[in-house]
């Protein structure tokens, strides 16, 4: 699976930040990823929710091949059609007003928070800077947007953290009403993902969603939410929050946006669209052409009709294969977001007893999680769902 030179040679130049699972990934194709030794996996965990065309989509390695040969990069002191195409597509199909664009979930997060912090500073002067997240949320690696995740096991070694966050409960309206009474004129936003993805794959209830909504056009506070993970289709509309009818004043995106390469969106509606200016925010690859290109074919694939349809369908399909399956105790999540609650054994155990079977899952917390491709064909999942209920049926 991995062999031991490759291990040694890992040891001796990486810094030891992840706890890998035993095998090296070299090619793929569609939801399967294969092996340096030529073993095939059911991939049910897409990068982390990042493949979200599957390995080796044909229209998105053209068009990002065809873009590096063309230019691969240019700073973002100069025009970019590609990117410029780009941006409008995903402010349309965002119905947001404009866009920042980094590389990663943690930047958008960076942006969203630094505009809301602006945009407050600018309307009622200092002093109004506090964002209220909730507790198990998260939001990133960076020292900012690590203190703007609501789990204390993240809160440490780094300090000084980044002021200004506090945490309430999630699903709890009267944490936050109480939060917000306690802190009157010194908060400008509350930010917070519409299903926790790395807290367990929590759903917030669309009546909790619509009562914040509520709350932060009452105060003027702005309302961030974090797409990073349920954006993109992940959960069979463009956006999670579409579920609660709902729309947020600033969204970040990451992972699936890409379908592959890194990026990062920071989107705001119309009223916000100058808050920030020349020269307060910037990446220098953010918005790189070939990313562009490829973030493209992924909007152009989840515009076509019935895709996200299709997302909802086998979302359908696994969560009831997976709550029939032994020792799965709950299926929370929407679309191809689901998280499996176990009564018997350990989410990393059952893992790496798939991973030896052919199959690649992920865990969060104490469950297993799926954030196949989106484009995952129905044999593949028939495939993956057997290899890891035979590993179930064995517990
Ligand atoms: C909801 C959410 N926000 C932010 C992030 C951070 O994204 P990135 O690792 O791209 O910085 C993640 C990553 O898992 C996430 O799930």
């Given at each position: ?225 974090d797409e990073v993970q349920t954006g ?12 609660a009818g709902i729309v947020p004043d600033v ?145």
């Amino acid at each position: 699976m991995v062999s031991p030179e490759l291990k040694k040679q890992h040891d001796g130049a990486l810094m030891p930040t992840y706890g890998r699972f035993p095998v090296a990934l070299e090619s793929g194709r569609g939801a399967v990823a294969v092996d340096t030794q030529g073993k095939e996996y059911v991939d049910f965990g897409s990068g982390i929710g990042v493949n979200s065309l599957g390995y080796a989509d044909p229209e998105w390695v053209a068009a990002v091949q065809e873009q590096a040969a063309k230019l691969q990069h240019i700073s973002n002191l100069y025009y970019s059609p590609v990117q410029v195409a780009f941006a409008h597509a995903l402010c349309r199909t965002a119905k947001m007003g404009r866009v920042f664009l980094g590389n990663s979930g943690a930047e958008a997060n960076e942006c969203a928070i630094k505009l809301a912090r602006k945009y407050s500073f600018d309307k009622y002067g200092e002093g109004r800077s506090k964002i209220i997240g909730l507790r198990n949320s998260f939001h990133g690696r960076t020292v900012t947007t690590l203190a703007a995740t609501g789990q204390d096991s993240f809160h440490q070694y780094f300090y000084p953290f980044t002021e200004g966050f506090l945490f309430v409960e999630a699903g709890n309206v009267t944490g936050l009403i109480d939060a917000l009474v306690e802190n009157e004129g010194a908060v400008c936003a509350v930010m917070l993902e519409c299903i926790q993805g790395e807290g367990g794959v929590i759903p917030m209830e669309k009546a909790y969603l619509q009562e914040v909504r509520k709350l932060c056009d009452e105060r003027d506070l702005l309302l961030l939410i974090d797409e990073v993970q349920t954006g993109a289709g992940r959960t069979g509309r463009f956006f999670a929050y579409e579920h609660a009818g709902i729309v947020p004043d600033v969204v970040t995106m990451a992972k699936g946006l890409g379908g592959g390469l890194p990026i990062g969106a920071c989107l705001c509606t119309e009223r916000l669209a100058d808050v920030m200016g020349p020269g307060m925010h910037g990446s220098t690859f953010g918005g790189n052409p070939v990313v562009c290109a490829g973030a493209q074919i992924v909007l152009d694939r989840l515009a076509q009709p019935g895709f996200l349809d299709a997302v909802t369908e086998k979302g359908e399909y696994l969560r009831t294969r997976l709550a029939a399956m032994p020792h799965v105790a709950q299926v929370r999540g929407m679309g191809l977001m689901r998280g499996a609650v176990l009564d018997k054994g350990t989410a990393r155990e059952v893992a790496e007893r798939c991973l030896e079977g052919g199959l690649l899952v992920l865990t969060a917390k104490t469950l297993l999680r799926f954030l196949p491709p989106l484009t995952i064909t129905q044999e593949e999942l028939d495939r993956g769902l057997e290899i890891l209920e035979s590993v179930l049926k064995t517990l």
